[in-house]
């Protein structure tokens, strides 16, 4: 037993070797920490460190979910993310449908740049160009405002208006690169299928719900397992830089992921923000896993795992 | 596919969808650029316009008379991108290799090993105190480099495509002598340019737009990467700009003179600047890129 393992070894360690960088960085950079997360179930001291620090049970979770902000970070991160699941998965699969209908190489080609040029910008200057459009005394959007004769609006105090802000925001960074691979999906269907369709007489509309939507859904349902398991993670750099951290809109832009950042760096709650953090962690497991099955149920070719 | 007239007046309507939309896409950036060649004075009274009132090239040549910051935050940046992106690639390949070989005995058990970091972390909290109170890491440039290192994803999409390489590749190299390190440094690098490129290309761009390592770890001005150094900008101009001329002797009267406003957005686009120009050259890269590798198999 131990000489076959041995054996098993001696054969496989050059290619382990390739393996180890990897390896070790995983166990340290992601391993570790999920060690670490037990500074959750204590009281962190700094001269203490994680081990040392006492054991308090689960009084960290007790105050997080007396917290009264609970409710709305829970809201917003699931609402937000359900939004945008729903709106960039219409979007990105309604412009790769109409980028597959036109035929001018050039154009198709502009268009996909123009749509696509978004996703290779950092939130920081998307919230730079929000910025020029919102900055409530010289941005442009109060000046049009102006011009049709309503009053201008005070966009970083006003938080209603960034429940549709923030989609819009996320539409506009995500649709190239969601309609490019769906669009790239649509070039793989083989062309018989559509010139048999057509020669049966098929309309555009029979065409694209028999044939172009039916070969999509092997991707839509795994970018869709995928969005659906971090719906407890939100887009960080959208939530904390297009608000520009204005304590007054934080009734529609505090997420989850902004609350354990602000409770670390600001308010140096280790314990509220790692305990928010756990279970942050293990309800996004458990989805994944939930999901994952139910998919499998349905069409196992289509599950991730 | 059939493809063939080029040009059809039954597409109007979707040309003219994609007009609109390229409208709302570029009018941003546009605005951007407007601001910047605006002036000061211009901008204060009469507020931000999609035309300039007056063309005016101060804000620039304020930055280039004073070009530091922006220069040292090109330089923290292209060295956090050019060594974070060639050891994060060397990295991910030479794992994904070892995986994608069928022969390797610990291949599903190192498979599992990874893809369970892509479902469980232990969150946001552990993570810093070990980069901080254990490695103490903050204010260095590792600690721009390591978080984005390793990633699974990448590790996976590039064990799909040494996957599709023929088997009798390897079989022969190793009846020839050839050593495993040898194998993969001599034979497969060169054959997988296409996807380390992608991968490359993937990771530079993460880098070069990174900023949350900056905003957690870094509280230097030396080491501020671009993106963080415009997000510091936008609440604190006035004194990047003061440290921009810092061996000149601020006075009140001079401080009126900063265009701030026009400044901050010419900023902005020198820093996304070489992103927009190269970016098109690789776009196809980037599509491929999409595919993520399966994790089955």
Request: one cysteine or more; aromatic letters at 16%; charged letters at 10%.
């Amino acid at each position: 037993m131990l000489s076959r393992m041995m054996k098993d070894f001696r054969k496989n360690k050059f290619l382990l070797a390739l393996t180890l960088p990897m390896v070790i960085y995983v166990f340290v950079f992601s391993y570790t920490p999920m060690f670490g997360a037990i500074v959750a179930f204590k009281r962190y001291q700094y001269n203490k460190g994680i081990l040392g620090s006492d054991w308090v049970g689960l009084s960290n979770f007790k105050f997080l979910f007396n917290s009264p902000d609970l409710w709305r970070l829970v809201r917003n991160t699931l609402g937000y993310n359900a939004v945008f699941i729903m709106t960039s998965l219409v979007a990105s699969v309604t412009v790769a449908l109409l980028l597959y209908e036109l035929t001018s190489r050039k154009l198709l080609k502009a268009y996909q740049s123009v749509m696509f040029f978004p996703h290779f910008l950092s939130w920081v200057v998307v919230a730079y160009m929000a910025y020029a459009f919102l900055n409530p005394r010289s941005g442009m959007l109060n000046h049009w405002i102006a011009d049709i004769g309503w009053s201008p609006v005070d966009w970083y105090n006003e938080a209603t208006a960034w429940m549709y802000i923030l989609p819009l925001a996320n539409i506009w960074k995500d649709i190239g690169f969601g309609a490019i691979m769906y669009y790239a999906a649509l070039l793989g269907i083989d062309p018989a299928y559509f010139e048999a369709a057509k020669i049966d007489g098929a309309n555009k509309w029979q065409i694209v719900r028999k044939i172009s939507l039916p070969s999509l859904y092997p991707l839509i349902t795994i970018l869709t397992i995928l969005a659906i398991g971090h719906i407890f993670s939100a887009d960080f750099g959208l939530f904390y830089q297009l608000p520009m951290n204005s304590p007054t809109l934080l009734a529609t832009t505090d997420v989850i992921d902004t609350y354990i950042f602000r409770a670390l760096t600001v308010l140096g709650n280790i314990g509220m923000s790692s305990a928010a953090g756990l279970t942050k962690s293990l309800l996004g497991f458990l989805l994944v896993l939930g999901v994952n099955a139910v998919v499998k149920k349905i069409n196992a070719d289509n599950s991730l795992f | 596919m059939k493809r063939t007239a080029d040009y059809s007046w039954s597409k109007l309507p979707i040309h003219l969808f994609f007009i609109a939309i390229s409208v709302v896409f570029i009018v941003p950036l546009w605005s951007i650029i407007s601001i910047s060649l605006s002036k000061e004075s211009d901008l204060v009274t009469v507020g931000y316009r999609l035309i300039p009132l007056n063309l005016d090239f101060q804000a620039y040549q304020y930055i280039f008379d004073n070009p530091l910051p922006i220069l040292n935050a090109y330089k923290v940046t292209s060295i956090m991108s050019f060594a974070g992106t060639c050891l994060s690639v060397l990295m991910i390949s030479m794992c994904a290799y070892a995986l994608s070989r069928s022969d390797f005995k610990y291949r599903s058990i190192i498979t599992f090993y990874l893809f369970f970091t892509t479902l469980f972390s232990g969150g946001l909290v552990p993570y810093y105190l070990l980069m901080t109170k254990v490695l103490h890491l903050q204010n260095s440039y590792a600690a721009l480099i390591i978080p984005l290192l390793g990633s699974v994803w990448f590790v996976f999409l590039m064990r799909t495509f040494f996957q599709q390489l023929p088997d009798s590749l390897v079989e022969s190299a190793t009846l020839d002598g050839a050593g495993e390190l040898r194998i993969y440094f001599t034979m497969i690098v060169p054959l997988s340019t296409p996807v380390m490129a992608t991968v490359g290309l993937l990771q530079l761009l993460a880098y070069w737009n990174s900023w949350y390592q900056a905003l957690l770890f870094i509280d230097k001005q030396e080491l501020y990467p671009l993106q963080y150094l415009l997000q510091v900008m936008m609440s604190n101009i006035q004194e990047i700009l003061r440290n921009m001329q810092e061996n000149v002797p601020v006075d009140a009267g001079a401080a009126v003179q900063i265009p701030t406003e026009s400044t901050r957005m010419a900023m902005c686009i020198l820093a996304i600047g070489p992103m927009l120009f190269i970016f098109p050259f690789f776009q196809k890269y980037f599509a491929k890129g999409l595919t993520v590798g399966s994790v089955k198999g």
